[in-house]
């Protein structure tokens, strides 16, 4: 039997061993051959020396996490030691000044996560149009309002232009209380909620006001040109052949265009195929156009996304064989 005892250095141990020491309470229950004690700034590992050994290296990454992130989270630990090759990738691209888009709210490092949201950082950097598809959790979307919230910022551009196609799965907008924009408001909320993250509420309302922002059905996009903007099209895999057309030839002077989309949620009704795919494969080899596939590795909503989203894709697979 040995002991092994971890000095933690720091003031914020809360963050560290969780509210109530659930952190600690979960490791302790991943590694039921070790007696695990958490005293103020110390951790008291008891234990076999290879067992002791392997908590060492799993607590010294999740402390590095936490360096960089100023918190370690259950998520966290969970998603390590399901797969630590995924998880340190992650730590890797997600701990760098260059993964750094911007400062939101109250001093929130906004920044790339994954591998694949640092290349839609550098991607847009040099092209003006970018199309990152991919599926639910991989923050295609909250990257691509967050950089162009950056470029407002930074003055690059005079305004910035959320849109949607306005399909929702199983319901009809006709039905919603309220006018127009009390029917639109919650399906565009998403876009709110990222917004919300980077700007404080009141300098948010004057932008949606004076239409510095302007969050609007993709319909609304037609007969303009939108010069000096930052247009993000959310959802794209709801936009038909002829809609996703008519926005991508909205591009005026001075803009830079990002399209989201998740081709494995298309609400578009059975007689009408997705224009997403086409683009995509149409539009790829054209300069200053580039297309990022993301991937279930950068989901980054809670782990069970992650199984949820192979469960799905399992099923298309097992269908498709049929």
Not at 66 to 78: C, F, S
Not at 221 to 241: H, K, P
């Amino acid at each position: 039997m040995t002991e092994e005892i971890i000095n933690i250095h720091s003031n914020d141990l809360v963050n560290i061993y969780g509210i109530n020491n659930e952190n600690v309470e979960i490791l302790k229950h991943s590694f039921p051959h070790l007696r695990i004690t958490a005293r103020g700034d110390q951790i008291y590992v008891m234990g076999q020396e290879d067992k002791i050994e392997d908590f060492l290296n799993i607590f010294s990454i999740l402390l590095k996490s936490y360096e960089k992130y100023g918190r370690i989270t259950t998520n966290d630990i969970l998603n390590l030691l399901e797969n630590k090759e995924d998880f340190l990738q992650t730590l890797e691209y997600g701990g760098t000044q260059e993964d750094i888009i911007l400062h939101g709210r109250d001093g929130k490092i906004i920044r790339a996560k994954t591998p694949n949201q640092m290349k839609m950082i550098k991607s847009i950097r040099i092209n003006d149009m970018l199309f990152a598809i991919g599926p639910a959790g991989t923050g295609k979307t909250y990257t691509a309002v967050a950089l162009a919230v950056r470029a407002l910022k930074n003055k690059e551009i005079k305004r910035i232009i959320l849109t949607r196609p306005a399909v929702e799965a199983g319901e009809n907008l006709g039905f919603l209380p309220g006018d127009l924009r009390d029917k639109l408001d919650p399906y565009l909320q998403p876009l709110y909620d990222a917004l919300r993250d980077m700007i404080p509420p009141q300098r948010l309302l004057t932008y949606v006001e004076d239409k510095t922002i302007e969050i609007a059905p993709l319909a609304f996009m037609r007969g303009r040109t939108l010069d000096n903007a930052y247009v993000i099209l959310d959802e794209a895999q709801n936009a038909t052949s002829i809609q996703l057309k008519m926005f991508l030839t909205r591009m005026g002077n001075n803009a830079k265009f990002i399209v989201t989309g998740d081709l494995t949620q298309i609400d578009l009704p059975r007689n009408q195929s997705s224009g997403l795919l086409q683009a995509a494969r149409i539009l790829r080899d054209i300069k200053g156009i580039d297309i990022i596939q993301l991937d279930n590795r950068d989901v980054v909503r809670h782990r069970l996304v992650t199984s949820i989203i192979d469960a799905y894709e399992k099923l298309k697979t097992d269908n498709n064989k049929e």
